[in-house]
């Protein structure tokens, strides 16, 4: 039988698997588990060991499928927990808080806690669970298992145009109203006029209600002049289904009327001043209180809402179970408490341990450190973040960088391992395994074992031996222990890195030392964000040559792309002569010096070039590729899956060949709280595989996941 798109996806691979159980082992010897939990690691008799499963990547459930009886249900909820209450901390406060996701300031932050999740994604796959996935609690007394409501219950996808979003019947604001696909429409509408789009030529609306529960999307499909159409392949629509990771959609009673302003929209100038309207038009807590506010209810899904006004203080805003919510019987926590606190005063409240759940790994460096918690607030879970991670980011403008020796050079030369530890820290971040552009998960879920295996393997510690070597064959000598270049000029590049990032900075001068130590000179800068910025954007002509960048998303075809645009690397940057954010397969480069035309060999791992070779080698055994009409292929619609594949293989062995950047590690996340008052699953539980956005405490508590304990008996850290 098929499976739908909404869980048709590839099992995990044998190396994925193990790298999530070195996850687990590491979170289970960290120490967690309240009452006197197990913290044994998976595999060793008292804990479930998880097995791969071709649903979605996610863990077998380990359970029998019984519900639990009726007896069984009076029995466990006999005893008293010790809290009614979990507490997180949210970047906002209450004088400021607007749900409106339209002002110029973005005061929403703590929007997400107050409404539905949208869906479930696994943290070790990616891919997404929805409405209706049972997950097994054998840390609940009353609950085996759970099934989590979402708003998000499955989608179709047509190709080459369309897929539709289907929404859970169940779904209310908090005053009852359905939260449905046609509130979704309204809001998707106003955000499509407040982008200037009321007036723009070529440009539709692309979606519909459907039905009251069914939400249609499409891709343009040239039906009005100016507008050509925008075929596209299954595996992208697939990642526009589903996935609404954005602005929760304000009630209709907010939205509608803003809509209905824009279409009869005579002028721009009409335009301007309904946005002008729009952005000013605030959506505090009074508006959204069922109780001792305005009774407008212009905001909030979710189990647990603002009753009343009396709730909201300086310090923290109680929210309480709605007990008519699907996800409401999955719990026993009354109360959910959002602490008004960011920066110091947030890290405060963990130091003190306040907060009873809260996601990051506890490490021994960092803000937050095993000596740095009382004992009742300990990590219980880790896990390797398959999305997130952090490149070297190389602009082939400079001279030296467009040799592709010398980039290879400078990898062999630099300590990954240390510039990972010194940066992130030792035991939160885990260097990357395969060199293909990707973060390991997507490689190892996308490429055959043998694929990976046979490409090159970048040292990560400092090899020197490989780095002269690769110097030499560059053209380049040293002088008094200064690399020059072949005409004599010494080598050195800039560095630059966010200044308000201590991670980067101190990654960053890991690198600078370990090529001064070489001979390699570096001049390294700080910037604030704005400079910063403003230096890797192509619209400002690119004025750096490296950088530490944030890398990592979801699907393979998002890295393997041509994007310019500065917040995103790919594979291919935008077109020097046209658009700076998308590439054209004419250009000889894209805006960061690199051919658009290579030649790529035709074995993986393949690795021998000239000497001297510079951006576009003349190689043996290779293709001459369209960097841009291969990666434009990957998101064009009836490729064969082994068509996909060699399109995918090709990026993988460009990347690895000719390393126009370096990506070099990812970051290990978790998860840790109160396991004084709180019972949470074993560290091997696929409870803990759930994340919305990029945190898991909200599916832990929003779920339903969190237990509050009948005791205070707790293993204290070893």
Not at 120 to 133: A, D, I, K, P
Not at 467 to 473: H, K, L, P, V
Not at 584 to 598: A, I, L, S, W
Request: hydrophobic share 30%; with cysteine; proline share 6%.
């Amino acid at each position: 039988m098929r499976k739908p798109d909404s869980i048709r996806d590839k099992e995990l691979s044998r190396r994925q698997y193990a790298q999530i159980l070195a996850g687990m082992g590491a979170a289970g010897m960290a120490g967690c588990g309240s009452n006197g939990g197990s913290t044994a690691t998976p595999g060793s008799g008292s804990t479930p060991t998880p097995t791969p499963s071709g649903d979605g990547g996610d863990m077998g459930d380990g359970g029998d499928g019984e519900t639990e009886t009726e007896a069984d249900t009076a029995t466990a909820t006999a005893a008293e927990p010790v809290t009614r209450q979990v507490n997180y901390a949210v970047a906002n406060s209450p004088d400021v808080f607007n749900w409106n996701p339209w002002t110029p300031q973005d005061n929403t932050i703590g929007d997400l806690w107050m409404s539905d999740l949208h869906g479930l994604r696994n943290v070790h796959t990616t891919q997404s669970s929805y409405s209706g996935t049972t997950i097994p609690t054998p840390h609940k007394p009353d609950h085996e298992e759970i099934e989590i409501m979402t708003w998000i219950s499955g989608f179709e996808v047509e190709p080459p145009y369309d897929w539709y979003d289907h929404h859970d019947d169940r779904a209310r604001y908090w005053n009852g109203d359905p939260y449905d696909a046609v509130a979704r429409e309204a809001h998707n509408h106003v955000n499509f006029f407040q982008q200037g789009n009321k007036f723009s030529e070529g440009v539709t609306f692309n979606q519909r209600a459907e039905d009251q529960w069914t939400h249609h999307y499409w891709q343009n499909k040239g039906d009005v002049p100016e507008q050509d159409p925008d075929p596209t392949a299954r595996v992208v629509l697939r990642s526009n289904a589903g996935p609404v990771d954005g602005d929760p959609p304000i009630h209709p009673d907010f939205t509608t009327p803003y809509r209905e302003q824009y279409r009869d929209a005579a002028n721009a100038d009409a335009v301007s001043s309904i946005t002008d309207e729009l952005v000013s038009d605030r959506i505090s807590l009074d508006r959204m209180a069922a109780n001792g506010g305005t009774d407008e209810m212009l905001a909030g899904s979710g189990p647990y809402m603002l009753e009343s006004m009396d709730d909201v203080g300086s310090e923290r805003v109680i929210l309480r179970l709605n007990e008519d919510h699907p996800n409401a019987e999955n719990t026993n926590v009354e109360r959910l408490a959002l602490y008004w606190a960011e920066g110091d005063r947030r890290q405060t409240l963990v130091n003190e341990g306040v907060l009873d759940v809260d996601s990051g790994a506890v490490t021994d460096s960092g803000a937050t450190t095993r000596e740095t918690l009382p004992d009742h607030v300990q990590e219980f879970t880790r896990w390797l973040r398959a999305t997130g991670g952090d490149v070297w980011k190389l602009n082939w403008q400079n001279e030296h960088l467009q040799n592709l020796w010398v980039r290879r050079a400078l990898i062999e030369a630099i300590d990954w391992n240390a510039v990972s530890a010194n940066g992130w820290g030792e035991d939160a971040s885990q260097v990357t395994q395969h060199d293909t552009f990707l973060l390991d998960a997507q490689s190892e879920s996308t490429f055959s074992e043998d694929f990976l295996d046979q490409l090159h393997h970048y040292s990560r510690s400092s090899n020197v031996e490989n780095a002269n070597r690769y110097m030499q064959r560059a053209g380049y000598s040293k002088q008094g222990g200064q690399w020059v270049d072949p005409n004599g000029n010494p080598a050195s590049i800039d560095l630059s890195s966010r200044s308000g990032s201590p991670a980067n900075v101190q990654g960053a001068q890991t690198i600078r030392a370990n090529l001064a130590n070489w001979g390699f000179g570096v001049n390294f800068t700080t910037m604030g964000w704005n400079n910063w910025s403003t230096s890797i954007d192509p619209n400002e002509g690119l004025n750096y040559d490296s950088t530490m960048f944030w890398h990592g998303d979801p699907y393979v075809f998002q890295y393997y792309h041509d994007r310019g645009a500065w917040w995103d690397e790919a594979l291919v940057a935008g077109s020097p002569t046209g658009s700076p954010f998308n590439a054209d397969p004419e250009d000889e480069m894209d805006t960061q010096g690199k051919p658009v035309v290579q030649q790529v060999p035709d074995e993986p791992g393949a690795f021998e070039a000239p000497d001297e070779a510079g951006k576009s080698p003349d190689l043996d055994n290779a293709t001459e590729v369209n960097l841009v009409e291969t990666v434009n292929a990957i998101r064009e619609p009836g490729n064969s899956e082994e068509e996909q594949q060699e399109l995918y293989r090709t990026c993988a062995k460009y990347y690895n060949f000719y390393v126009p950047h370096f990506v070099f590690h990812q970051y290990l996340m978790g998860s840790y709280g109160d396991v004084r008052d709180f019972d949470w699953p074993d560290p091997s539980a696929r409870a803990f595989d759930y994340e919305r956005s990029f945190g898991i405490e909200d599916v832990l508590v929003l779920g339903g996941i969190t237990q509050a304990s009948t005791d205070t008996e707790f293993e204290p850290p070893q």
